[in-house]
């Protein structure tokens, strides 16, 4: 009969190099899925995109009373319109 000690120095590189490939095998697939699945998700948010179009239209920007564009780039203060209507 075949001793165990001899067994297990032959077995024990087998075995590691399958494992270590399965691992490698693994490891690939799992980066294929999430680069397929990433370029499906690409794909679905532009298909949505040009059936759905923008979510909403955009109006266009009216011009301060008195004609003249605004200088500042602030936005008003809530009580500021307040402010000026009770003085």
């Known amino acids: 009969m075949i001793s165990a000690p001899i067994v297990k120095k032959v077995l024990k590189p087998v075995v590691r190099g399958a494992v270590k490939t399965s691992v490698k095998?693994?490891?690939?697939?799992?980066?294929?899925?999430?680069?397929?699945?990433?370029?499906?998700?690409?794909?679905a948010a532009e298909a949505s995109a040009e059936v759905l179009g923008p979510k909403e239209p955009q109006a266009p920007k009216e011009e301060p009373a008195g004609g003249q564009a605004q200088l500042s780039n602030k936005k008003p203060r809530p009580g500021a319109a307040k402010a000026k209507t009770n003085a």
């Open 25 to 43: 095998l693994a490891a690939d697939a799992r980066r294929a899925a999430h680069e397929v699945n990433e370029e499906l998700y690409d794909i």
